[in-house]
């Protein structure tokens, strides 16, 4: 590991579950897109863990893709890391759409217009059997907030007010906006939880 690189003491801890849990949600081969891919910590564990995935390392904050591309370089599955800011685009398209959008740790450090976006975005790269995967601490209703997420939603909103954890109940909503359905729903460690929608159309009942 390059010490110079910059790391997430969180992303280190939570790289194993979510890999555990995306490969039993995605299939052999999956094409990925991933937003927001901060450090690239998750990409280069995830397509060192899978040679059979292809990886698409996006990010926002132009000044992180060249230490992002440094942490995937030797991995012959993962793509040059692409700016990618989910409010304006453009989407980096693949023929046939992604199998998979990947997203950890944003909805709830943005604004909330980011998620209709991000919604609107994902359903316009996917394949049609596609999913949108998520990461993250959540709201949900009729559920008590754990107080460790109490304490976060509180310092984020503290941090911006435009900041904060979200409602799954919203970001549900502008989901099935977008023509996405939640299909999926796992409880990961230090309660996050990771959740997929699948188009609507998609899914038969
Ligand atoms: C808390 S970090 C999460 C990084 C990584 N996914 C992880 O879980 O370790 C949030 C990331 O979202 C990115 N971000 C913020 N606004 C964004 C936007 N509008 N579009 C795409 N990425 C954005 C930030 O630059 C940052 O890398």
């Known amino acids: 590991m390059n010490p110079d690189l910059p790391f997430s003491p969180a992303a280190d801890r939570n790289r194993g579950p979510i890999g555990d849990m995306l490969q039993q949600w995605l299939?052999?081969?999956?094409?990925?897109?991933?937003?927001a891919s901060g450090t690239g910590q998750h990409a280069a564990h995830l397509a060192a863990v899978?040679?059979?995935?292809t990886w698409q390392p996006t990010e926002a904050e132009a000044a992180a893709l060249p230490a992002l591309a440094l942490r995937?370089?030797?991995?012959?599955n993962v793509a040059v890391p692409q700016h990618l800011d989910v409010l304006n685009g453009p989407w980096p398209t693949r023929p046939g759409g992604w199998d998979a959008v990947f997203c950890a740790n944003l909805v709830h450090i943005a604004p909330w217009a980011v998620t209709p976006a991000l919604m609107r975005g994902a359903a316009s790269v996917l394949a049609p059997q596609g999913q949108l995967v998520?990461?993250?601490p959540y709201i949900v209703d009729g559920e008590p907030l754990a107080p460790g997420n109490q304490a976060f939603d509180a310092d984020l909103r503290?941090?911006?007010p435009a900041w904060g954890l979200r409602r799954l109940a919203a970001v549900d909503e502008v989901a099935a906006a977008a023509g996405l359905q939640r299909v999926?729903?796992?409880d990961m460690p230090a309660n996050n939880l990771m959740l997929r929608w699948r188009f609507a159309k998609s899914v038969t009942t």
């Not at 299939?27 to 990925?32: C, E, L, M, T």
């Not at 899978?50 to 995935?53: E, L, S, T, V, Y």
């Open 158 to 160: 503290q941090r911006h």
């Open 72 to 76: 995937c370089a030797g991995l012959a």
């Open 27 to 35: 299939p052999r081969g999956a094409a990925v897109l991933e937003l």
């Open 50 to 53: 899978r040679p059979d995935w």
């Open 184 to 186: 999926g729903r796992a």
């Open 134 to 136: 998520m990461y993250g």
